[in-house]
Every structure is written in C-alpha cells, then in structure tokens.
C-alpha cells in the first residue's frame, strides 16, 4: 500500500535565512545596477584640468615657501655670524680688562695716603697716582664697553632663535606644500590611467593641436607696449610656446608660470622675483583695463601668473600636463590686477 506522507515543510529558521540571502542578492544586484559607470574621455579630461590648476596652485605655494625658507636661512646664517663676532669682541674686552687690572695691582695695592707717606720721592709717586687713576678710568670704560656688548650679544642671540623657530615652522609648511602637490598630481595620473593609451594619446594630440590653433587663431590686436622692456619679455615668451609645464620648471626647456614670466623678463634684462606671491611686489599694480602687452597679470587669489598679450589674451604656462601657450583672459578664472614692472 503505497504511503502519502505529507512532504516536510522547511524550517523557519531556513526560511529567514534563505529571504535574507535573497534580499541580499537583490541589493547587491541593485548596487551593481546603480554603480558609476566608467568615466567617460571628456569628464577625465574636465577632472585632469581642474586638478592641473589644483597642482599650479600648490607649486606656486611650494615654491614660495621654499624661497622664504632660502631667505630664513641666508639670515640666520647672517646672525650667527654676527652672534659669533660679537662674542669674540667681549672675550677680547675682557682680556683686556684683565690686564688693566694687573697693571693695577702692579701699582700697588695700597691706600694712597699710606703709598705717599711711605714713598721716598713724592713727585715719582705722583705720576704713578696719576697713571692709576689713568687705569681706573680706561677699566670703567672696558667695564661699560663689556655690558652694552652683552646686551647687543643677547637681542641678536633673540633675533637668531627667532629666525631659527621661523625657519623650523617654514621647512614643516613646505613639507605640507610638497605633499599637496603631489598628492594632486599622483591623483591626476590615476584619472589618465583610466584611460587606454590610445585615448591618452588622442587626448595629447588634441591639446596640441588646440595650442597651435590658438597661435593660428590669436588676434593681440595693436596695443602698444608701456615700456621697451615689457615688450622684449612679451616676445621672450613667445619664441617658449609650445614648450611644457613642469613644477619648479624657470626654462629654458620647461616651465611652471612664475618661472615663464621671470625669464622672459631676464632676458628683457630686468631681474623679478621668483613666484607668483612675490611678483606681485615687483611693480605698481594696475587694474584690467589699465593692461598693457608685456604686464604681469594675476589671477585665482594671485595663486597664477601670466604674461598680458593684447585683446584681452594671456600668454602663460597654465598647469602640470600642458604647454606655454595663448589664452584667454575669460577662462583662465578670477582675475586679481595687473603688475607693471618697472
């Protein structure tokens, strides 16, 4: 007789586990689904230049810091010198004082009253009373001359331990400013190597193709010069277009910004400082529509330097990854002033 038993019903404890192990499929089959798709060659190359001007910024700050540093340096160095002589000097008044005081004693220790009546001819006592007194005054003096020595001594003792706490916090900033730059550069190469070969190399054509372009394309208009001097930078510059940007780059085969614009005005045979933060400093400031080809131009809270070309174009070494070229005032971003070197 054939048997019908009713089939075993799974536990509830299976059951639990089994919608668990579903609902987790289905989740990570929905995350999957709603994940990021790859970016495409254009928002790399959006990303790669934003995180370029990231990267000019930070070297300009880099850079910065290691020129205060080079100057901190230079003055400690300067005041430990100056600390050195000064104590050489004390040691030598001291000596000096030590001598007088032996001529002293030499003279004779006693009371002078005691020294004339004991002394068998007046007149040689007195001479020697006055040579004494002589003595006395040129020790008060080496005295006086010691203490206010010191006192220089330990203010310039200050000012060095004060340069040597600046030069410390100036070696600890740069150590930061080194590490953001190539944190944004490291982050940069990661976006291009998303990317196939064949597309990086597309994409490198593609920017040199549009700087050739633009030096095809570029009308500077017949603005005239404020001085001879930013003309010869201006045309300095321009013989550079094509060559790349590279950090702490100052020519003549590459470039970061602030180098570009300090060459170019060496070989216009002016001497300007080294980064953005201190070319600022290197002429009177002038507002954009005071610009003149040959200008300094500033832009993005001065983190930025270009050369001003006419009709509203900069020549300029943008950031990491492109080359000195045209471009136009109103997408390089916020514009600071002008800088008209003297």
């Given at each position: 007789?054939a ?5 075993k019903?799974p536990?509830r ?12 499929a ?18 790399v190359?959006?990303k ?12 300009e ?12 340096e230079?003055?400690v ?7 050195a ?5 004390i ?5 000096g004082?030590g001598?007088l ?11 002078p ?9 007046p ?14 005054a040129k ?19 200050k000012?060095a331990q004060?340069?040597l ?5 100036v ?6 400013k080194?590490?953001?730059l190539q944190s944004k ?11 196939t ?8 054509e ?12 570029v009308?500077?208009g ?7 001097r ?17 950090s ?8 970061d910004c602030s180098?570009?614009?300090q060459w170019?005005?060496?070989q216009a ?5 080294r980064?953005?933060y ?11 529509s005071a ?6 131009v ?7 330097v270009?050369?001003y070309a006419?009709?509203?174009?900069v ?6 990854g492109?080359?000195v070229?045209?471009e ?7 514009f600071?002033?002008g800088?008209r070197?003297?």
């Open positions: 007789m048997s019908h038993r009713r089939p019903q536990s404890a299976r059951v639990t586990v089994l919608t668990a192990t579903a609902a987790a289905v989740a990570l089959t929905s995350q999957a689904a709603q994940a990021d798709p790859k970016p495409s060659k254009s928002e190359k959006a790669v230049d934003k995180l370029g001007h990231e990267a000019g910024e930070a070297n700050q880099y850079y910065g810091a290691k020129e205060k540093q080079q100057k901190l230079k003055e160095s300067a005041l430990q010198d100056k600390v002589r000064g104590q050489q000097e040691n030598n008044l001291r000596s004082l001598s005081a032996a001529a002293q004693y030499r003279s004779g220790g006693l009371d009253s005691v020294q004339l009546f004991l002394s068998s001819n007149d040689t006592y007195l001479d020697k009373a006055s040579a004494l007194d002589q003595l006395t020790q008060s003096e080496a005295l006086q001359k010691i203490q206010e020595k010191q006192r220089v001594l330990a203010q310039e003792r000012e004060d340069k706490n600046d030069l410390a916090e070696r600890k900033t740069l150590g930061e080194k590490k953001n550069l490291a982050e940069a190469r990661q976006l291009l190597n998303t990317l070969a064949a597309e990086r190399e597309k994409m490198r593609a920017d040199q193709r549009a700087s050739r372009d633009a030096v095809d394309r009308e500077l017949n603005e005239v010069p404020a001085s001879a930013g003309s010869a930078a201006l045309s300095a510059a321009a013989t550079q277009i094509g060559k790349p940007y590279v702490g780059g100052t020519g003549p085969s590459s470039y180098g570009l614009t170019a005005y060496a045979g002016v001497q300007i400082s980064v953005t201190t070319q600022v400093n290197d002429g009177p400031r002038i507002g954009r610009l003149k080809p040959g200008d300094l500033f832009f993005n809270n001065t983190s930025h270009g050369l006419g009709n509203n174009t020549l300029h070494a943008p950031y990491p492109t080359s070229r045209y136009s005032m109103n997408t390089m971003g916020s600071q002033f800088v070197v003297a």
